[in-house]
């Protein structure tokens, strides 16, 4: 007898916008690979998503199958995890459609998010970026996900999709498992190397404080050659003092997470060197932390029949779990079931 309970269920999306930056890499993605031990793990690319705003059609088609690539160079290995399209799989814009009818225009309205998007794109509040909320909770639901990793941002609409679930589930019966928010293991904090105040995440705007998992090695060198430190000099100005020398710190934790290597190795190391040979070799790290990633992420991209393979089966295996739940909801609407 299997006496083995099953994986618990974990998934999230990942809009396709802007590009992925060493930040997001060493906070988040490189710990996503041993995930997949413990739980039964679906990614998928949330391409609806990306058209609350407006694109430029061949820029968000290329986009999402980079940031697919460059997330499996990343580690996620597609035999071990669901990875997939979302608008390969049309029961999330089906069952998108009913959760609208069972999500409140009040409870949308206090979205944050909504709102901070409404003000930003003032010429163009559609009725998506409204109700992209009730397509996130269809995103979840048809997965039947114990938890679904988020961050700070996106709890509200995690909320959101519990309290839709439970009010579903006691008008039909037990329909959706109610998943519970997930806050990863944080890796390194990596900080904008010109303002150690703010987080190096995913961005649309580059600036020389940020660094992309797919920059080239000279660009990403002469970013660590200007990031900032402080005034001191000399012997024993590499040490890690997080309050007082955040530049420094922040350097001291991306030579840490690419090297394996703990603060006092690191304070050792730099004993006796100024923080121009120090930057150099932070720089030269990162460099041969992305090399791998990047040349894997390219060799993806060129190779088409690959890239399609991986979508086709990641859809069909996704398709076949949401298409289950689609149809439980349906029938228990009073939708008239199809023939075929
Ligand atoms: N809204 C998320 C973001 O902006 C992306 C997303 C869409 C998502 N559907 C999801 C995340 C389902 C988790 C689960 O980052």
Redesign the pocket.
Known sequence: MDTSTPKKIM?????PTGDLTLGSYLGAIKNWAERAEQFDCYYFM?DL?ALTIRNDPALLRRRTLEQLAQYVACGLDPAKNTLFIQSHVHQHAELGWVLNCYTMFGELSRMTQFKDKSAKNADNINGGLFT?PS??AA??LLYQPDY?P?GED?KQ?VELTRDVAQRFNNVYGPTFKVPEPYIPKVGARVMDLLDPHSKMSKSDEVGNGRVLVMEDPASIMKKFKRAVTDSESGAGCVRYDAENKPGVANLMQIYAACTGKSFEEIEREFAEAGYGVFKSAVGEAVVETLRPIREEASRLMADKSYLNELCKTGAEKAGYIANKTLRKVYKKVGLVPRVD
Request: charged content about 10%.
């Open positions: 998934l999230s999306g990942i809009k949330a998503h992209y397509l996130m995103d979840i679904v988020v996106q609409h």
